[in-house]
């Protein structure tokens, strides 16, 4: 069965350092995945999305992620936090042949400390 | 600015009562969706539909129904045989692009609470 895990909860950074928010998913044909940002009672807002090519996306806001095959991750990343970027993300999933059905993860819970 | 509206922000009901959520765009998208939101949970499919008069169950649609009679409006009713309902339901659109994969458009949701 198709799944997308983001095993951390929460993860805790200090302004102006580097972020990961991990993200790791199990399909059984090509990936396409996705990063989606949700700020406090809002909708999700996407951020960047790999499909092929390049194994780094680069996104809004800064962000950009790594689609690693081999490891099955796509790890969102930012070489510099900004308090402003604390919001819950959502890694997401969707199969090349189902246009449809979009598998979400858990949620990571980011907290930039000034 | 095109964008989803959803309405109520903020929706109570007593138990046993069927309730609407509206959800309405006009970003002339041909698909639409509603997810539920649990705390710790992620986003759960409930419905989505392709194309106008069609639609398909997500992974959660027991309990809930919807209609598409216009290309705008993607109405989800919560009926009284919804187990657990107090939840934030989003609804997001997409025009359709297979290959390209676009991304989900969503509304800002509707916290319903059922006591």
């Known amino acids: 069965a198709q799944s997308v895990a983001q095993p951390e909860d929460q993860v805790n950074v200090a302004e102006g350092n580097p972020l990961t928010v991990k993200c790791t998913y199990s399909v059984s044909g090509n990936p396409y995945l996705f990063w989606y940002v949700q700020y406090p009672n809002r909708g999700l807002q996407f951020l960047l999305k790999?499909?092929?090519?390049?194994?780094l996306v680069k996104g809004s806001y800064g962000f950009e992620a790594e689609f690693n095959k081999s490891q099955t991750s796509f790890h969102l990343k930012k070489p510099s936090a900004l308090v402003s970027d604390s919001a819950l993300y959502f890694c997401a999933v969707s199969l090349s042949y189902n246009t449809d059905k979009l598998i979400f993860g858990t949620g990571t819970r980011l907290q930039v400390f000034p | 600015d095109g964008g989803i509206t959803q309405s109520p922000k903020y929706l109570f009901r007593k138990e046993g009562q069927n309730v609407t959520l509206s959800c309405e765009q006009n970003?002339?998208?041909?698909?639409m969706y509603w997810y539920r939101q649990d705390p710790g949970q992620g986003l759960r499919l409930i419905y989505y539909?392709?194309?106008?008069?069609?639609?398909q169950k997500g992974d959660i649609a027991e309990g809930y129904s919807v209609s598409r009679e216009k290309k705008e409006s993607f109405p989800l009713t919560v009926t009284s045989a919804q187990k657990n309902p107090t939840a934030f339901y989003l609804c997001?659109?997409?025009?359709?692009?297979?290959?390209?994969?676009?991304?989900?458009?969503f509304g800002n949701g509707t916290r319903l609470t059922v006591t």
């Open positions: 970003l002339n998208h041909d698909a």
């Open positions: 997001a659109s997409t025009r359709k692009g297979r290959d390209s994969r676009p991304p989900l458009h």
């Open positions: 790999y499909i092929t090519g390049d194994n």
């Open positions: 539909s392709q194309i106008v008069n069609d639609f």
